[in-house]
């Protein structure tokens, strides 16, 4: 006797069902290429790649590079002041930079003072100049308020970045999480506010994500004053993918760290797990996620079951 099969074919399968799938193959799986972050625009400067990786805290040059690359970057930060521009070799950290493919944003990290981070500013111009970089134009500006928390001096930021958007700087506003002090820093002509999620290097993610989402809010909403194409950027605190990814759900532009990649056990993957983090949070933020309810809400509907329900 012969087996019967199965049939399995499409005319078997329930008209609803059977929709649902050609609409997967034939739409969603074809637009798969699709799903890929656009540009971010700072500026005069349009960003591949909305993470943006520090080059401080690797254990060597090489080390550096290969999780540069698996980050994706297009966009490095580089510390101008700080003796991290040269190894216990003597070795540059630009010259282990493959500079043709990469736009360096230098920035004052290390400045306590307004004074200092205008001159460091300036000193990362020069040299920039000097290499053909298009970093050149701008800046990202740190004026800390002490060797303790390394939060902002918000008085001192706002100081000095006046002073650089005066002398032809697109400025890029290390920021704490005030959403006032944002705003105050946007009208002095920043190009991008950077709030912290938590203080740099301590890996504690987005401490405070309501002042994240009114900072958001006040920067892009135009009923607030904003500017919807206003770049924000989360800089700083940033230990785990998860976190970045909260970063963008909450409605960041972009993700800027260091340490969390440099520190961890394995830098280059994490470089990697990053990226992807950022990419899930971009489009979960713009997918719109569901309500948030109290109670439950069945996926199925309770008609046409075969059990007893409770209360029914």
Not at 52 to 73: E, H, I, N, P, W
Not at 139 to 159: A, H, Q, R, S
């Amino acid at each position: 006797m012969s087996e019967t099969k199965p049939h399995t074919s499409a005319a078997h399968i329930p008209a609803p069902l059977a929709s649902r799938a050609a609409n997967l193959s034939t739409e969603t799986m074809a637009n798969q290429s699709e799903f890929t972050t656009p540009p971010l625009h700072v500026g005069s400067f349009q960003l591949r790649s909305r993470l943006v990786v520090g080059t401080g805290k690797y254990k060597d040059f090489a080390q550096m590079r290969l999780a540069l690359q698996a980050s994706r970057a297009d966009v490095i930060t580089v510390a101008v002041r700080r003796e991290r521009l040269f190894d216990k070799d003597g070795h540059s950290l630009l010259d282990a930079l493959p500079l043709d493919q990469l736009t360096i944003l230098p920035n004052t990290a290390g400045c306590f003072s307004a004074t200092d981070a205008v001159r460091v500013a300036r000193l990362g111009r020069e040299l920039l100049e000097q290499l053909g970089n298009p970093g050149q134009r701008w800046v990202k500006l740190e004026v800390l308020g002490d060797k303790t928390t390394l939060l902002p001096d918000p008085i001192g930021t706002i100081e000095a970045c006046a002073e650089l958007v005066k002398d032809g700087f697109e400025v890029l506003c290390y920021s704490s999480d005030d959403p006032i002090a944002a705003v105050r820093l946007r009208d002095a002509g920043a190009s991008s506010v950077m709030p912290a999620g938590s203080p740099i290097g301590s890996g504690r993610g987005i401490a405070n994500r309501e002042a994240i989402m009114i900072l958001i809010d006040l920067l892009k909403n135009p009923a607030h004053g904003g500017r919807a194409d206003y770049p924000v950027i989360v800089d700083a605190g940033v230990g785990t993918p998860s976190d970045v990814t909260l970063a963008m759900e909450l409605g960041a532009d972009g993700v800027l760290l260091n340490t969390g990649i440099a520190h961890a056990a394995d830098p280059v993957q994490m470089a990697h797990a990053m990226r992807l983090a950022l990419e899930a949070g971009y489009f979960g933020y713009k997918s719109g996620r569901i309500a948030r309810k109290l109670l439950g809400t069945a996926s199925s509907p309770w008609s046409g079951t075969f059990t007893h329900i409770p209360g029914e």
